[in-house]
């Protein structure tokens, strides 16, 4: 299933609305609401309880993974779900690339979105919808 009608621009501009200076910890919401306000709305459930847990629901609305080789120039709308880190936050992250930056609940510094990603470097992959050229 493919949302053919799918807005980044719109997703984007959502989610630097709302992001905080600092985390609240609340990023798979976050992203979740911007993903809705650019037209693909994702029920609430166990599915997306965890950010580590949105590749196959990203995947389910048309985002595509791309390859490693792919993240030296990130485009705007790409999402990473990274993986959680032993002693870390069992849900994982998510954020979104707003075509300058990585953010999620907040600005981030980068993709990791926290020291403690940035020293593990978590499994992570990372998304982009298949419309964005």
Known sequence: ??????DVDAAVRHLDTHAHADSNGRCATYVRQALAAGGIVI????AVEFARNYGPVLRAHGFVEVSVGDLI????????????YPGGNIAGHITMYNGLQWVSDFRQNDMWGGPGY?????????YRWQGAQ
């Open 118 to 126: 940035r020293q593990k470097k978590p499994a992570y992959k990372v």
């Open 73 to 84: 120039t990130p485009r705007k709308g790409d999402t990473a779900v990274i993986q959680p």
């Open 1 to 6: 299933m493919s949302d053919q009608n799918y």
């Open 43 to 46: 029920s609430q459930g166990p």
